[in-house]
Nanobody, 125 residues
Framework: HVQLVESGGGSVQAGGSLKLSCVSSGWTYAMYCTGWFRQAPGKEREGVSGISASGEATYYTDSVKGRFTISRDNYKNTLYLQMTNLKPEDTAMYYC???????????????????WGQGTQVTVS
């Protein structure tokens, strides 16, 4: 039974930073690629960042490149998203996602196959 639990969201002023965490259980973490999606009110869920099962390959959507850093600790079964220089347009519910396999690509391109966390709210004013 795959479980993903996010934390670290909150309210910050523009230019501030937050670090999201996602702790996983119920599966062999190192066999799954993982990543972050977000959904703002009235908008579709979008893939923000992905990381391969090994942690060696990463993906970022253009709007967060240079500001967000994804990482994972396979010993702690934990995924992270360090967010800096936050902008109001980053305001959204952020979801942790996982999919069996090594590459991040299907995580981003086929989100219907993902496991999902419950989400953590990020608000930038």
């Amino acid at each position: 039974h795959v479980q993903l639990v996010e934390s670290g969201g909150g309210s910050v002023q523009a230019g501030g930073s937050l670090k999201l965490s996602c702790v996983s259980s119920g599966w062999t973490y190192a066999m799954y690629c993982t990543g972050w999606f977000r959904q703002a009110p009235g908008k579709e869920r979008e893939g923000v960042s992905g990381i391969s099962a090994s942690g060696e390959a990463t993906y970022y959507t253009d709007s967060v490149k240079g500001r967000f850093t994804i990482s994972r600790d396979n010993y702690k079964n934990t995924l992270y998203l360090q967010m800096t220089n936050l902008k109001p347009e980053d305001t959204a519910m952020y979801y942790c996602a996982a999919q069996r396999g090594g590459s991040w690509y299907p995580l981003i391109s086929r989100p219907q196959d993902n496991y999902w966390g419950q989400g953590t709210q990020v608000t930038v004013s």
